[in-house]
């Protein structure tokens, strides 16, 4: 992890914890890399306690494993483990688009416009091809749209697996040459369909937007 940016001294535990969730989710920080506690202290020049703190938090998310004696090491996610985060996924995302409907499209238009905004940002960094921005305004992107079922614990929940698919997929994804055209691009397209309150739409662009995530890494598997 060369280059690494110092964090700054207050909140170090959050701060600890974003960046070493942003190495994970980037793939710098590889699937079955091994470290400390006391490493990490001194990567970052901070102090054992906050960055024990932070690796149990990402633990909790199920971005690291515990091992006894040891330390921490970065979870690798299976195909099978990939398919059921995805079916996961599914699930929730399908019981938040139920529960907007419920609501009926009485959304505050500046929420909606910021969800848009977010929206035309990730379809942009998609269709470039620009894995790293991708990631980040992918993850907003969901997490914004989310919130406006009104139920943070869910949206919570729909962001880890989020962060746990992109962890599986990113090794996959850095082997391709180029990236434009392989991820899907329907942000906007959802955005307007969920501020309608056109459930159904939402539903089914979430389900080809599935489809083809599932078919897109089964193809990048196989060919490892």
């Known amino acids: 992890m060369s280059g690494v940016t110092p964090v700054r001294r207050s ?3 959050q701060q600890i914890a974003d960046a070493l969730r942003d190495e994970v989710l980037t793939g710098r920080l590889a699937a079955g890399r ?4 006391k490493q990490i202290a001194e990567l970052y020049g901070v102090s054992a306690t906050p960055v024990r703190e932070a690796l149990v938090d990402l633990a ?3 971005l690291l494993d515990v091992e006894h004696h040891r330390g921490f090491q970065v979870r690798a996610f299976s195909d099978e483990d990939y398919r059921g985060i995805v079916e996961a996924r599914t699930l929730v995302t399908d019981g938040l688009l139920r529960r907007m409907a419920d609501l009926g499209p009485v ?3 500046e929420r909606l416009a910021s969800v848009h905004r977010r ?5 942009a960094a998609a269709r470039a091809g620009t894995i790293d921005v991708l990631i980040g305004c992918d993850l907003r992107f969901w997490r914004e749209l989310a919130l406006l079922a009104g ?3 869910l949206t919570d929940f729909l962001d880890r697996l989020r ?3 992109w962890v599986y997929a990113v090794p996959h994804l850095r082997r391709v040459p180029t ?3 392989v991820f899907w691009t329907g942000h906007v397209p959802l955005a307007q369909a969920v501020g309608d309150g056109d459930a159904g739409t939402a539903r089914r662009i979430v389900a080809e937007y599935n489809g083809h995530t599932l078919d897109a890494m089964r193809e990048l598997a196989a060919g490892r």
């Open 11 to 13: 909140s170090l535990r």
């Open 34 to 37: 091994h470290f400390t506690v």
């Open 60 to 62: 909790a998310q199920g």
């Open 107 to 109: 959304f505050a238009p």
């Open 119 to 123: 929206a035309e940002a990730a379809a």
């Open 151 to 153: 139920n943070a614990h």
């Open 163 to 165: 962060v746990q698919s």
């Open 179 to 181: 990236l434009a055209g």
